[in-house]
């Protein structure tokens, strides 16, 4: 399965034209919305071991339950990005050029340092 990212924003602007929600979309209050649907699935882990968290996708209602707050942390990013005029395409290669040369593989294999401590 393939997301097709403009039909997606299409979408979410016709949801949020017909609930008259534009004058609520700005993209400070997407963006503190997005930070609550972002902690809503860290509490998901909050209290799970790494183990646990790795396991827990297996069972129907925990996966039921992230799937629900990862659409919601992916739509809120979408509207973000429409509401501003992002062209998700061109910032998307832009920052993942930058993290490549940020994080060169053979300096930054097999370890999670910054890349400023690499």
């Not at 290669?93 to 940020?102: I, P, T, V």
């Amino acid at each position: 399965m393939s997301i097709d990212i403009a039909s997606l924003q299409q979408r979410l602007r016709a949801f949020s034209a017909e609930r008259d929600w534009d004058q609520f979309h700005s993209p400070k209050n997407l963006a503190c919305a997005l930070s609550v649907e972002a902690a809503e699935l860290l509490e998901l882990f909050q209290w799970l071991n790494d183990e646990q968290a790795a396991l827990a996708p297996k069972d129907p209602q925990f996966a039921e339950r992230l799937g629900e707050e990862v659409a919601d942390v992916l739509l809120y990013l979408l509207r973000i990005a429409d509401v501003s005029g992002l062209d998700l395409n061109a910032v998307v290669e832009r920052k993942l050029l930058l993290n490549a040369q940020k994080y060169p593989a053979e300096q930054a294999r097999g370890h999670a340092r910054k890349y400023d401590a690499l």
